[in-house]
C-alpha cells in the first residue's frame, strides 16, 4: 500500500485548532466514524492493547475499503478510565499507529478525556474518484453475489479468547484469534473492486452475513437467494462449531465482524472478476448467491429454502 | 451563515459504509475531534440535554472558526448508557441538529454504541481557502494581542449550575447561565479574521486566557505582555466574584470554555480592523496586551509585573 502514503497531503498536523490536509482535485472525500467501548465492545482478557487499537481502525478502513476508496487521514478521541493505565493506551496507540502506517493512513489528531471506561472512537477520511465509489444501493436482479474471504474466523476467535482460553494454542484456532483479534482491512481489494464497472455494489461485512445480505438488498430494492452450500466457512469456526455442537454456518451467517467485502457483479462479467482477482490476491472470490427481483432473501439448501433471518450474536446459541 | 449551507457538497449521507462529499476546488479542509463525558465533562443536573448537543458541536466549531475556515459537515459517536433515556438522547440530537442547521454543518453520520456513562464524540469538517487559513503559530514580535469578547461567563455559569442554583434566577447571572449551556462558536469572525492578512495568528479560547495566550506564543515563538486591567472580564464574573469573594479576574484569566477568539494583528493594522469589527458586530474587539521576543509571558499590573502562569480551574478556589 506504499503508493496511498500521501504525507504531501497533510499540511498542517496535531498540534493547532485543527488539522489541514489538501483533497485531490479529481476526487471525492468519505468519512466513517466508528466507536468502541470496553466492557461492550472488547475487554481486556478477550484481546490485548495494541490488538484493540488495530480493531478499531481495522473496522473504519474496511468502511473505506466498502467504498472503493483509499484512507488518507484519521482522528481519535479517547476516553481513559482512572487509574490511567500508560502502558495499555501506549500500547493501543501503537496498534492504531502501526495499521495506520501500512495503510497511508495518517493520524493528525484527536482528544484525550476522562471516562468511565476505555472508549476508542475513530474518524477516518478516505478519497475516491467519483466514478470508482461504489456504495449498498447499486445491486441488480442477476447479479452475482460474492464474498472476498471465509466467514465465521472472528466470531469463532472472540468465543476462544473469552469463553475457551483453553483452546488458545491449538493451531487450528490460531487463525481464529488472528482474525478477531487483527482483521485486515480489503483495501487493495476494495480499490480494485472500485475501479470495475461491473461491480454494481459493496458493503463490508461488519455484522454478520445474515444481516448485511439483507442490508444491500434493501438500498438497492432488490431481493436474493443465497445458496446455503456455497458460504465460504472458516477452518477455525468448523472446527470450533464441530467441538461445541454447534453448526458451523452460525458463525458465518450471524457472527459478524469478518471485515470481508460483499458485492453484487453483474453475472457475464463474474467469471472474468474472480478469474483476476485470484490472480492478484492468492484467494478465490466466492460466489454465494444470486440477486433477485422483489425484496425477499432466502436461503437455499438444495431443493429446500428459507428466509434469510437476520440474527445477531445472542441468538445463536439458541440455534 | 445561510450562505454556508451546502447541501450540494454531500454526495452520500447517513445509510451506507461511509458518508461522501466533493470538497471544493480551491479549499484546504479542515478536521477536528472533541469528546464530552457525563460526570467529567457535564452533569445532567447542570446541563439540559439540548444544551449539552449544543455546547458539544460549539466546542468543535468553535475549533473550525479559529483556522479562519467555514464548517461543512459532522459526524457523531454517541454512547449511551443503560437504561437508554430516548428523551434525552433526541433532546440532545436537537441540540446538535438546530446548530448545525444554523451554521451550514450537514450531520452526515455516527455510530451509536452502549456505554458505562453517556458520551458524545464529534467530528467537525470545515475548508479554508490557503490564503485565508490561520494558524496558532503566526504571531510576531510588536502584534496586538485581541480577543473577541468578555471572558469568564462560561466558567461562572457552570459554577452557578453545579453549586449556586439559588442563583439561577437572579438576572445578573442569566447571561453566564447562556454563556456555559449553549456558547455561540464565532465563525462568522474567524471568516472575517481569515480574510485579513494582518491577522497574523488566531485560535480558540477554550481552556482559559492564561493557557491558551502561553500555547499561541510558544507555537509562535515568542513572548507576550498581558494588560491586567485590559482583559474585558464579563459582568456576571464579575457579580459572581463580588458576591463569593473571589478576584473575579480568575474567571476570566483560567475558567475557559468562553470560544471567544484570540487573535494576534499586526499594530498598525489594527484600529482599523477595531474599527471594522465594531461596524460589523456591533462588539468590541478588546485589546489585551502586546506580542514581544522572547518566551516570557508576563501579566502587567500597573508598575508590576509577573510571570503569566497556566492555572486551570482546580487552582481557581485556591487563589
Given at each position: 500500500m506504499?503508493?496511498?502514503v500521501h504525507p504531501k497531503k497533510v499540511r498542517l498536523g496535531i498540534g493547532d485548532d485543527a488539522a489541514v490536509w489538501k483533497p485531490s482535485r479529481s476526487a471525492e472525500s468519505v468519512i466513517t466514524t466508528d466507536a468502541l467501548v470496553e466492557g461492550v465492545h472488547f475487554t481486556r482478557e478477550g484481546i490485548g492493547a495494541e490488538d484493540t487499537g488495530h480493531r478499531a481502525l481495522a473496522s473504519n478502513l474496511s468502511d473505506i475499503a466498502a467504498m472503493g476508496a483509499?484512507?488518507?487521514?484519521?482522528?481519535?478521541?479517547?476516553?481513559?478510565a482512572q487509574p490511567v493505565d500508560e502502558h495499555w493506551?501506549?500500547?493501543c496507540y501503537r496498534g492504531i499507529a502501526r495499521l495506520a502506517k501500512r495503510t497511508g493512513?495518517?493520524?493528525?489528531?484527536?482528544?484525550?478525556?476522562?471516562?468511565p471506561a476505555l472508549m476508542l472512537s475513530i474518524t477516518v477520511i478516505g478519497e475516491v474518484r467519483p466514478s470508482h465509489r461504489k456504495t449498498?444501493?447499486?445491486?441488480?436482479?442477476?447479479?452475482?453475489?460474492?464474498?472476498?474471504?471465509?466467514?465465521?474466523?472472528?466470531?469463532a476467535g472472540l468465543e476462544i479468547a473469552l469463553d475457551r482460553p483453553d483452546l488458545g494454542i491449538d493451531p487450528r484456532f490460531?487463525?481464529?484469534?488472528?482474525?478477531?483479534?487483527?482483521?485486515?482491512?480489503?483495501?487493495?481489494?476494495?480499490l480494485r473492486f472500485g475501479a470495475l464497472r461491473n461491480v454494481h455494489a459493496m458493503m463490508d461485512l461488519s455484522d454478520g452475513l445474515s444481516t448485511d445480505v439483507r442490508r444491500l438488498c434493501a438500498a438497492s430494492g432488490?431481493?436474493?437467494?443465497?445458496?446455503?452450500?456455497?458460504?465460504?466457512?472458516?477452518?477455525?469456526?468448523?472446527?470450533?462449531?464441530?467441538?461445541?455442537g454447534l453448526d458451523p454456518l452460525a458463525y458465518a451467517l450471524d457472527g459478524g465482524e469478518d471485515f470481508e467485502l460483499l458485492v453484487a457483479v453483474a453475472p457475464r462479467a463474474f467469471p472474468h472478476v474472480a478469474k483476476r482477482y485470484v490472480k492478484s490476491f492468492g484467494r478465490?472470490?466466492?460466489r454465494i448467491g444470486t440477486v433477485t427481483e422483489g425484496s425477499s432473501v432466502t436461503l437455499r439448501n438444495g431443493e429446500r429454502a428459507r428466509e434469510l433471518v437476520s440474527a445477531g450474536w445472542d441468538h445463536l446459541r439458541e440455534r
Amino acid at each position: 500500500m506504499a503508493a496511498t502514503v500521501h504525507p504531501k497531503k497533510v499540511r498542517l498536523g496535531i498540534g493547532d485548532d485543527a488539522a489541514v490536509w489538501k483533497p485531490s482535485r479529481s476526487a471525492e472525500s468519505v468519512i466513517t466514524t466508528d466507536a468502541l467501548v470496553e466492557g461492550v465492545h472488547f475487554t481486556r482478557e478477550g484481546i490485548g492493547a495494541e490488538d484493540t487499537g488495530h480493531r478499531a481502525l481495522a473496522s473504519n478502513l474496511s468502511d473505506i475499503a466498502a467504498m472503493g476508496a483509499r484512507p488518507v487521514l484519521a482522528t481519535i478521541a479517547l476516553g481513559v478510565a482512572q487509574p490511567v493505565d500508560e502502558h495499555w493506551i501506549l500500547d493501543c496507540y501503537r496498534g492504531i499507529a502501526r495499521l495506520a502506517k501500512r495503510t497511508g493512513t495518517a493520524i493528525v489528531g484527536g482528544d484525550i478525556v476522562s471516562a468511565p471506561a476505555l472508549m476508542l472512537s475513530i474518524t477516518v477520511i478516505g478519497e475516491v474518484r467519483p466514478s470508482h465509489r461504489k456504495t449498498r444501493s447499486g445491486a441488480r436482479p442477476a447479479d452475482v453475489l460474492a464474498v472476498t474471504g471465509p466467514l465465521g474466523a472472528s466470531r469463532a476467535g472472540l468465543e476462544i479468547a473469552l469463553d475457551r482460553p483453553d483452546l488458545g494454542i491449538d493451531p487450528r484456532f490460531a487463525s481464529a484469534l488472528r482474525a478477531y483479534r487483527a482483521p485486515e482491512p480489503r483495501l487493495r481489494e476494495g480499490l480494485r473492486f472500485g475501479a470495475l464497472r461491473n461491480v454494481h455494489a459493496m458493503m463490508d461485512l461488519s455484522d454478520g452475513l445474515s444481516t448485511d445480505v439483507r442490508r444491500l438488498c434493501a438500498a438497492s430494492g432488490v431481493g436474493a437467494i443465497v445458496d446455503r452450500d456455497a458460504i465460504p466457512i472458516a477452518e477455525s469456526a468448523r472446527a470450533l462449531g464441530d467441538l461445541v455442537g454447534l453448526d458451523p454456518l452460525a458463525y458465518a451467517l450471524d457472527g459478524g465482524e469478518d471485515f470481508e467485502l460483499l458485492v453484487a457483479v453483474a453475472p457475464r462479467a463474474f467469471p472474468h472478476v474472480a478469474k483476476r482477482y485470484v490472480k492478484s490476491f492468492g484467494r478465490p472470490l466466492h460466489r454465494i448467491g444470486t440477486v433477485t427481483e422483489g425484496s425477499s432473501v432466502t436461503l437455499r439448501n438444495g431443493e429446500r429454502a428459507r428466509e434469510l433471518v437476520s440474527a445477531g450474536w445472542d441468538h445463536l446459541r439458541e440455534r
